[in-house]
């Protein structure tokens, strides 16, 4: 089984996103950085990528909501047990979505985001397993806290 994280590969990144506009945007932002990107357009379909290739994915960046019937905070529980080596990023412009809404551990940041959170976080990510436990939230001031 290959590692995405071995040494002189680029981190892959799954960036799940409807609204083409913004997904377009996350996908150039990481690209421009190094990143290989795959983009979906709903949470079904980043799952079914998931399944094909779960060992190249690093992290997974997602809306909160998407079409059907799995939205990203159920994505982010369908990884975080059946992946649990994949980081995930969610993201939200509803005020109603908030991190105290993950059941699992997971990184929550409120749209709009600015591209040095992301950059900052999805770098990190992409070299380190998943935080044992807890949430994390990138604050109003760029950094990482947690969450219980």
Same mark, same amino acid.
């Not at 079904?44 to 059907?68: C, H, K, M, Q, Y």
């Not at 809404?101 to 770098?123: G, H, M, N, Y």
């Given at each position: 089984? =290959?590692? +995405? !994280?071995?040494? #002189?590969?680029?981190?892959?990144?799954?960036?799940?996103?409807?609204?083409?506009? &913004? !997904? %377009?945007?996350?996908?150039?932002?990481?690209?421009?950085?190094?990143?290989?990107?795959?983009?979906?357009? @709903?949470?079904?379909?980043?799952? +079914?990528?998931?399944?094909?290739? +779960?060992?190249?994915? =690093?992290?997974?960046? =997602?809306?909160? !909501?998407?079409?059907?019937?799995? #939205?990203? %905070? &159920?994505?982010?529980?369908?990884?975080?047990?059946?992946?649990?080596?994949? !980081?995930?990023?969610? @993201?939200?412009?509803?005020?109603?979505?908030?991190?105290?809404?993950?059941?699992?551990? +997971?990184?929550?940041?409120?749209?709009?985001?600015?591209?040095?959170?992301?950059? &900052?976080?999805?770098?990190?990510?992409?070299?380190?397993?998943?935080?044992?436990?807890?949430?994390?939230?990138? #604050? =109003?001031? #760029?950094?990482?806290?947690?969450?219980?």
């Amino acid at each position: 089984m =290959s590692d +995405a !994280r071995q040494p #002189g590969r680029k981190p892959v990144i799954l960036v799940v996103e409807d609204q083409p506009d &913004e !997904r %377009f945007l996350a996908a150039t932002l990481l690209e421009d950085t190094g990143f290989t990107v795959i983009e979906a357009e @709903t949470a079904d379909r980043a799952l +079914a990528i998931l399944n094909d290739r +779960a060992d190249e994915v =690093s992290v997974v960046f =997602s809306d909160v !909501r998407t079409p059907g019937p799995i #939205g990203g %905070f &159920e994505l982010a529980r369908i990884i975080g047990v059946t992946w649990p080596k994949v !980081r995930v990023l969610l @993201t939200s412009g509803d005020a109603g979505d908030q991190p105290s809404d993950l059941r699992v551990s +997971a990184t929550f940041i409120p749209k709009p985001w600015r591209a040095e959170d992301i950059l &900052e976080w999805v770098q990190e990510a992409a070299g380190k397993p998943p935080a044992a436990g807890g949430t994390e939230v990138i #604050g =109003s001031n #760029g950094k990482l806290q947690q969450q219980a």
